[in-house]
């Protein structure tokens, strides 16, 4: 069964055919030398970063996970599943030394030293597409399930919340259960960065399942959940999601709409109301939005930055 966690062939330090475009005043960012430094021979499903110390980072691939402690100029191997394919990994936020791989259909792990070993903690035979923080409190740790192509009724597609897996690393516990549709997949979660209690998931479905339409908000914490469809169209796919907040307080909540496996035509939608109301944005490169490339600027809460992709020539 193909893997649709999108991957990358190589991890590089720059990346040559991606135009970046920053959501304070829109600008298009110019193009610079690339330099690929590996890992080589597989693709890269994640990567990520150490708060606390940003020479060391992990990378998740078709065979394991690599890591490099000198800002990519050198990766190794870790110990861990060569025959486990990499979907998700999280680095605790003061201690690179704690990290939790999510994989496709193998389940959860933990390390506690920095990769040297792993423990597994559950959700085995789930597809691992994301792992999120709460920025308020980063001791709580979400992780999405589900595989959109799968063909089966009997995948458990969930939100999951824990709060123990940093410390004592105890079992994975279901908190969320979006269905049991095989024809689903919740693809990010974030959470209001002022706010434990709003929680946005989005999530793909193909109109097999009427279970939700693309973008999930609770307003209470997971208790309860509010079911928000942005496009015209019957079937709802929303491929990433991501909160920006200004310097005056104001928060805006931006989606990828479409799925890149099923439409060249992605397009972009932002809420300013808490994701009640939806309105479409017109950026350069319409209908080229990479869903991999959807983030906070890391010093700048209140700017996105979007990578764009052409098939033929770069941007």
Known sequence: MK????????????VSI??????????????????????????????????????????GTDHGIYKTENGGDHWSKVNFPDHYKVTAIKVHSSNPDIVLAGTYHSGVYRSGNGGQSWKYKGLWDQAINTMATDPNNPDVLYFGTGEFLKNSDEEFIA????????????????WANWNVCGWSQV???????????????AGIN?????????????QDGGDTWIDKKIGTSSTDQ??????????????????????????????????????????????????????????????DPGSLIIGSYDDDQPL
Not at 3 to 14: E, G, R
Not at 29 to 48: E, K, L, M, R
Not at 206 to 217: D, K, N, Q, R, T
Request: hydrophobic content about 40%; aromatic content about 14%; some cysteine.
């Open 3 to 14: 893997n649709y966690v999108q991957s990358f062939s190589a991890i590089f330090i720059f």
């Open 18 to 59: 991606i135009s970046l475009i920053l959501f304070n005043a829109i600008a298009t960012a110019q193009q610079t030398s690339w330099v690929s430094n590996g890992p080589f021979g597989g693709h890269i499903n994640c990567v990520a970063l150490s708060e606390s110390n940003p020479e060391i980072l992990f990378a």
């Open 159 to 174: 939100i999951y919340k824990v709060s123990d897996q940093w410390t004592t690393g105890g079992s994975l516990k279901s």
């Open 187 to 201: 693809n990010k979660i974030v959470v209001d960065p002022d706010s434990s209690n709003w929680i946005y998931a």
């Open 206 to 218: 193909s109109g097999y399942c009427s279970a939700f339409g693309g973008v999930l908000i609770s």
């Open 238 to 299: 929303v491929s990433n999601i991501a909160i920006i907040k200004n310097s005056q307080g104001e928060k805006t909540i931006f989606a990828i709409f479409g799925f890149v496996y099923l439409t060249s035509d992605l397009k972009l939608f932002k809420s300013s109301d808490m994701g009640e109301n939806w309105l479409e944005v017109d950026i350069p490169y319409a209908g080229k939005i990479n869903p991999n490339i959807f983030r906070v600027h890391p010093q």
